[in-house]
């Protein structure tokens, strides 16, 4: 599947009728698929290939010094996740897959977790992900206020709690199959728990998404960026923007020697943000549909749910 293609400069730097084209067009793909992709995000070709050697790098590290950057009692928010620990909601199985993740840049200035830097265990690495957060970061909030106008709410809605947010870029590290696995795949079914999820590029194939009741594979440009839904919005939307289940599937036999690197950068509100059910996304046609929570209270919910706390 070919998903909905966006240019992000038709919102940063088109006119005011453009604005509301592109909010829409991004609506629209929201309301139907969950999903879109979006181009001209200023990120280069080069800046992708950095800050994919830099993450290849560090998964190569022996599994010792790896397990160094494990930060017990951070719930998976920071530092180094080992291989099978994360599962989907209600999967008895782990996934195959090992992360990294990272918090805002200014969290120990913020008083939140501070972040685990690699240092000298690979050169370069702490930077390129510092650069890369910050843009992506930037990004999700340009995101967020088409958003918040297709929604018919002010486009700041968002900003200050995007402002005082936890956002978490992740990365992923499929390990190669070279025998198939006895049970598990790359990443089984799941939804985001946050609000967008902002995706660079996978290295391999395998993203696959429920359309129709039917699992499809999605097929994007190497320069785009994957744009979904997460469970937040859909909450704060009442389900008028779709959270879709999505999965990673195993490699094919030919391509089973090949590891898949995937970078998700995770769009977080501050946590005492309600996500509350709009009152004009609620009607007789759509009766309110989720309680009433936290983003904080609602993340925990769902760190508990897949393993991480």
Not at 101 to 120: D, F, I, K, T
Not at 141 to 154: S, T, Y
Request: with cysteine; charged share 20%.
């Amino acid at each position: 599947m070919q998903l909905p293609t966006l240019s992000l400069r038709q919102w940063t730097q088109g006119s005011p009728a453009d604005q509301i084209a592109f909010s829409e067009s991004l609506g629209q793909a929201f309301r139907s698929l969950g999903f879109a992709a979006i181009e001209d995000h200023g990120f280069t070709a080069q800046e992708r290939e950095n800050l994919y050697s830099a993450v290849q790098q560090f998964f190569e590290l022996p599994e010792p010094i790896k397990n160094t950057f494990v930060k017990h009692g951070a719930k998976g928010q920071r530092g180094f996740t080992p291989f099978k620990v994360e599962h989907a909601k209600g999967e008895a199985s782990a996934d195959l897959k090992e992360f990294y993740q990272w918090g805002p840049m200014n969290a120990a200035e913020r008083g939140l977790m501070p972040n685990l830097l690699v240092g000298s265990q690979v050169q370069g690495l702490d930077e390129v992900i510092s650069e890369s957060y910050r843009k992506l970061e930037s990004i999700g909030n340009e995101l967020m206020k088409a958003v918040a106008l297709h929604i018919g709410l002010d486009r700041e809605f968002f900003s200050e709690p995007l402002a005082s947010g936890h956002s978490i870029f992740r990365a992923i590290h499929y390990p190669a199959q070279p025998e198939l696995p006895e049970d598990g795949i790359r990443a089984a079914a799941h939804e985001d728990i946050n609000l967008i999820t902002l995706l660079m590029g996978a290295s391999a194939e395998g993203l696959e998404v429920v359309s129709e009741q039917k699992w499809v594979p999605i097929h994007v440009t190497n320069d785009a960026l994957v744009i979904n839904v997460g469970d937040m919005l859909q909450r704060l939307t009442n389900g008028m923007l779709s959270s879709t289940t999505h999965r990673v599937v195993n490699p094919t036999l030919e391509k089973r020697h090949l590891p898949r690197y995937s970078m998700p950068f995770f769009v977080h509100p501050k946590e005492d943000m309600p996500l509350n059910c709009l009152e004009h996304c609620i009607s007789a046609e759509r009766p309110k549909a989720f309680s009433d929570i936290t983003a904080g209270a609602y993340l925990h919910e769902r760190l508990v749910e897949i393993g991480l706390a």
